[in-house]
Every structure is written in structure tokens, then in C-alpha cells.
């Protein structure tokens, strides 16, 4: 039986397994000192400490994962979503270890992983880019007032090796931009050990669309149809749905095209998000980036197409899969995901761990899944993102698919820590959310309302 090491933990590499058991694969685990008792170790074929509980002492170190995977005898290296899985130098340490790495070429984790790089491999393909500048390296701001002026305000302020948070700032004015340029370049240097930044327009009243797609190396390539991401806290998402919501026909099928154009483009391999920021207003829609791997939300677009991503990535993995026709793919009805996180909405979403004292998830059915790497008695712990499931729900329609998930998420059940379970339903309750009217400033403007 051929072995698949998951380098991952929690709800995705449960996940993993899942396919894993279903394609008659073994599958492995690696773990930290936290993790020793968690669920996706229990539910491995085997399973490995590469320790202590910090990330960065253990799922982060590369070569403790790859030395386990050697041990072993695994086959194939699945990274799941964050940790390693947009490491260019990992990938390509497990293909020299004559591994299979399950993912796109290192070529285009580096291209794709280089935002300013990614803008002009896009445009090249077809894809409409949001007007910006060239990089600035540490250290080079003189002509940078003159490229903001070209760009236009308000502007973001990103860092070419990374997003989120830290490598992504709002200018709103130019006397703002030296400042916010310096500071950028100062905390990207830090977070990704590259500092160097350009500048992109800014959208105020955006909405976050994406687009599944899969690529098989040869230059063939198909769209999974997208997904509405625009519900963000913190510029992470937290409800995420298929179909877009008031997406204009004409504009989806332009949109899904390029996409798998840009696919088809790179020679891309492999399960891959596209992501656009689309204006809510004129849905004019431009290239935000590409992800290389697996997405959190992947389970709405499985649900609508009846697919599953993970089995196609092994079977590609395997070599065990011919290009699927583009005419294969259907999309069936409305799915959304919820985010069920161990956080405080009413203290800025301050992470809440704590032991699970009290854990009941809604039953799993035709129209229900719960992906989940936790279980009743197990611990939260401050060394990991605080998410601890997802709930989906699919239906006929959108208004279902609310329906479903407002009543799913009332038979949740969880003691010891604080969540954001109340959060999601006052959000799908909304009037203007029922309505399709959401954007990624939804929750930012609500939240009074929303967390009261």
C-alpha cells in the first residue's frame, strides 16, 4: 500500500485521511508535542512526532518533515493548506529526496508566491490587473511619491512576498505613503526575509471572488466554477459560497475563463485558486493572486460539482489521471461554509483557547458537512490558528443553503471556550447578506451590530 505523509494537522489533515481511506492509500501523520493526542494522529494509518508545540520548532522545519517522510517510506508529501505548502525550496527538497510532491511545480509556487511576478505572468495570460507600480526594494523610496500619484489613492501598500495582515497596508493619502512604505518593507523583511514592496489601487467598495481550477502540467486545465469569499475579518474569511451572489452571468463566464486560461498559461499541475477583487458596484473584476494549493473553502465548491480535489490531487500524484473535459464539470444548486473559530467577536476577535469541555457539531447528512479536527475533551491551544471546524451546507438555492446552515449552526454545542458561533448567524441574518449585498467591508462596518 502506498503512503502519503500529510505535512499538516487539524481539520485538513483529517480531510487528507478521509480521501486517503477511500483511495486505499496509507496514510501518514506528523504531530507536535500539542498535537500528540489529536485527532488527525488518531485517525492516521501512522504517525510521527517532529516537535515541540511551536509551529516554527515543529510542522514549519522542513527537514524534521521530510526526514520522517524518508523514514517512513512514504510515497508522496500532501502539504494541505499553510505551513509548508507554498514552500518552492520544500517542494523541491521533497522531489529531490525522489518523493512525489502533491502540488504544482516549485516554478510556479515561486512564480505565484511572488505577488509582483504573479501581476505580469496574469496579464501576459489575459488576466485584467489593478493598476500599480514596479517593486521597491528596502532602502529605495525616492520615486515612490511619484509612483502613488501614478497609481492613484487610495492605494495598498504590498509586500511582493506575502499577504494578509502584515504584508498588505492601506494608503489614503500620499503623505501616508513614505511612512506606511517603510513600514511595510520593515515587517515583510521580518515575516518573509524579503522586504521589497509595490504599490496596487485600492477598491473601497470591493467584493473577494475566486475561482477553483485544476491543471494537469500539459498545458490542459479546467475551472471548478467560484466562490464568494468576501466575508473577512481581519482579511481572513470567515463565510465563504458557491455560487457568487448577484455575479452577473456574462461577468462569471469571463471570469472562470481567465482563470483556467491563466492555468493553462503557467502549465499549471494540480488543485489552484485564482482570486479576484471584483468592484461591487460596476463588477468590474481584476487579478488578486493565485494560490498554490488547496484552499480552506474548497469543500463548497465540492459540494456543487460533486467532486473531490484531494482524490483528484493523489490521482494526479499517481499519475493515474487523464485531463477531464471542461463540459464534465457541473454545478448543481448553493453551497455555503461557515468558519467555527475559538475567538471573541466582541474583543476584536481575540483567539479563545481553552479546553473543549462541551463539543456537539450538527449530524452530517446528504446536505450537511462537518469538517473538523477536534474532539470532545481535546484542548485549544494559543500555537495554532484558532479554527476549529467548518460547517457546509447545500441546497437547491441560496436562500436554502441560509435556511440550512442558520439551523445548523443552532445545534452546535460548545463549553470551555468562547466561539464564534453567534457571530455566524447574526451574520446570515443580516438583511442585506439574505439579500446578496456583501462586500469585504461587511463586517467592518456591521460589527456593533453584529456581535450584539
Keep these: 500500500m502506498k503512503k502519503v505523509l500529510i505535512a499538516n ?21 506528523v504531530y507536535s508535542e500539542a498535537d500528540a493526542q489529536a485527532l488527525h494522529v488518531k485517525m492516521a494509518d501512522e504517525a510521527y512526532p517532529v516537535g515541540p508545540s511551536s509551529a516554527k520548532e515543529s510542522y514549519l522545519v522542513a527537514d524534521k518533515v521530510l526526514k520522517v517522510a524518508q523514514d517512513c517510506g512514504a510515497h508522496f508529501v500532501h502539504p494541505g493548506y499553510g505551513f509548508l505548502s507554498e514552500s518552492s525550496e520544500f517542494a523541491q527538497a521533497v522531489e529531490d529526496a525522489g518523493l512525489t510532491w502533491v502540488g504544482p511545480s516549485p516554478q510556479s509556487i515561486d ?6 511576478r504573479a ?73 518573509f526575509g524579503d522586504g521589497t514592496i509595490f504599490l496596487e489601487r485600492f477598491i473601497a467598495n470591493a467584493r473577494h471572488v475566486e475561482v477553483q481550477v485544476f491543471g494537469f502540467g500539459n498545458g490542459e486545465a479546467i475551472h471548478l466554477y467560484e466562490r464568494d469569499c468576501s466575508l473577512q475579518r481581519r482579511y481572513q474569511k470567515v463565510i465563504e459560497e458557491s455560487s457568487a451572489p448577484g455575479l452577473p452571468e456574462a461577468v462569471r463566464e469571463r471570469m472562470v475563463s481567465v482563470a483556467a486560461s491563466l492555468c493553462q498559461h503557467q502549465k499549471y499541475s494540480g488543485a489552484g485558486t485564482v482570486e479576484f477583487v471584483v468592484d461591487a458596484e460596476s463588477f468590474d473584476f481584476f487579478f488578486l493572486e493565485m494560490n498554490t494549493r488547496i484552499q480552506v473553502e ?40 461557515c468558519r467555527i473559530y475559538a475567538e471573541r467577536p466582541d474583543k476584536n476577535f481575540m483567539p ?26 481535546d484542548k485549544v ?25 442558520l439551523q445548523a449552526l443552532e445545534e452546535v454545542e460548545i463549553e470551555g471556550i468562547k466561539t464564534n458561533t453567534q457571530f455566524l448567524i447574526s451574520c446570515l441574518k443580516d438583511q442585506d447578506f439574505m439579500s446578496g449585498k456583501v462586500s469585504t467591508g461587511f463586517i467592518v462596518k456591521r460589527l456593533p451590530e453584529l456581535i450584539n
Design 119 to 191: 501581476r505580469k505572468i496574469a496579464k501576459a495570460a489575459g488576466v485584467p490587473i489593478l493598476p500599480g507600480s514596479t517593486r521597491f526594494d528596502v532602502g529605495e523610496l525616492n520615486k515612490i511619491e511619484q509612483a502613488g500619484e501614478a497609481v492613484g489613492y487610495p492605494l495598498l501598500v504590498k509586500a511582493s512576498a506575502g499577504g494578509g495582515g502584515i504584508g498588505m497596508h492601506l494608503v489614503e493619502r500620499p503623505e501616508q505613503l513614505l511612512e506606511i512604505a517603510q513600514s511595510t518593507q520593515s515587517m515583510a523583511e521580518k515575516a
Design 381 to 405: 491551544t494559543f500555537f495554532y490558528d484558532p479554527m476549529i471546524a467548518k460547517v457546509i451546507c447545500h441546497a437547491e438555492t441560496r436562500k436554502k443553503s441560509i435556511e440550512r446552515m
Design 9 to 29: 494537522r487539524g481539520e485538513i489533515a483529517c480531510r487528507i485521511i478521509k480521501s486517503c481511506k477511500k483511495m486505499g492509500l496509507a496514510s501518514v501523520a
Design 111 to 116: 512564480d505565484m508566491g511572488d505577488k509582483e
Design 298 to 337: 474548497h469543500p463548497v465548491t465540492e459540494m456543487c460539482t460533486g467532486t473531490d480535489l484531494v482524490a483528484m490531487q493523489l490521482k494526479l500524484a499517481q499519475q493515474d489521471m487523464q485531463p477531464v473535459k471542461q463540459e464534465s464539470i457541473t454545478h448543481q444548486g448553493h453551497a455555503i461554509e
Design 352 to 377: 479563545s483557547p481553552g479546553p473543549l469541555k462541551r463539543f456537539k457539531l450538527p449530524d452530517e447528512a446528504h446536505d450537511i458537512r462537518i469538517d473538523c479536527g477536534f474532539q470532545e475533551g
